[in-house]
């Protein structure tokens, strides 16, 4: 079977490259990306099929650099789905937690995992620029007494040792991953539709937003504001809904809030992942 | 007249420390925290009567950290006002920017001066923790070849010179600074509520929830999201909207808004700035 090329940002092993796996399957080519700026260059310009994005996390919340690369560039979301984080200290060695002087991640990983430092006070967390990339440091440096904070897969990528499974603080510790693609597909079964709006600063404005969905009970999963750069304190809103564009209800809804907003661009409308997080 | 002790996050210089004396006049003595949560620590124990922080950039976004802190402590908001964030280019002496090799900031700052550095590619951004920090930095190092990048207050404090003002992209650079105290205060004239809530997740619930300010005309600047820690995908809704606490009709969107939400904190009632910006 012929390999399909996902864009994924990190290094080789990250949980956005679980994620890949996860919406592709076992024929997934994940292409590893230094920013989510060159992973969406990579869609655009044809160099893999798919790219694969966190867009919120349930402890930490949005990331918000990909709202607005979803706004600025013209990529359409075409899936969704969720990763339970699963963090894991990872060492070239197995050693006791007692031989680990240094802990190695990303400062977001290490915030996950405050309880296990609070537990072992002579372990030092060290700020790394990605999970998977501290394992893979750690696997060439041969550092024998330092560790890393990253996905059982990482460990399995870099051919090193888990140490200790599950030392995130919060058991429920999910990512919201998007599939991205240049062109929209079609969907069937229970959809998902991700738009983005601006409005008039005007009194009771988002109120008259909200209606046009909720007159029409359409249900709205997520709501999210983000600064319009050039007009201070006026803002962009993204939300999810239940439904395509595809729909009679939803059309209608999306020309009723064309009417009260200053800017609507359509996302993607995609499968709702049917998991339970 | 007697000091008045302020707490703000930073080094000596920062933006913080301006708004401080904005807040309090010549009479601030502000006090440099290492964090946010120490800050709150601080005006908690009643070792400084007030604290300082920023609450929201109009290019950058919220700042989560302070809202979550916001929640998760108990001091009351008192106090708003803007911030025109004006960066620097400073060095320990006067010389042309081709001299300068190395300039260390705040990763949001050098961020913010994307254009100086497209145009000085010979000029490395180098992240550093604080942006007055990284004055302080230069002034003690005595590193002849090297630039921070900061507010021309930093210069001032740390007796550095000034090499280029203003080389922020945006000119529209502001930041809202909200000043906490232990006790609220009695307010007149125009004012601001701050509440932060959490609902059910129903159909419909965040528009019902607006309803109540809606229904009687009551204004709603901003309106921010941050997830509920304990239960994945849930929210809790951060508003501000015109009134005081002490106004009938705020009063009565509230008792509204407690039949409809699991849980109502209300951060403060304060004077509404009224700077255009």
Redesign the interface.
Known sequence: MAKIKVAFQGERGAFSEVASKKFIGKNAMPVACSSFASLFDMVEKGKTKYGVIPI??????SI?KNYDLLLERNLKVIGETYLRINHCLIAAKKVPVSKIQRVFSHPAALDQCRDFFDAHPTVAPISYYDTAGAVKMLSESGLYNAGAIASPYAAEIYKMHIIRKSIED?K?N?TRFLLLAKKEVVVKGKTKTSIVFSMKNE??V??KA??V??LR?I???K?????L?????EYHFYVDIEGSVKEERVKKALDHLGEITHFIKILGSYKMSSEK?
């Open positions: 919120e996390n349930s402890l930490i919340g918000h919060e429920s999910f009194p009771g988002l109120y909200l209606s969905f909720a009970d249900d709205l999963s709501i999210e504001s983000r600064p750069r050039k007009k201070a304190w997080v």
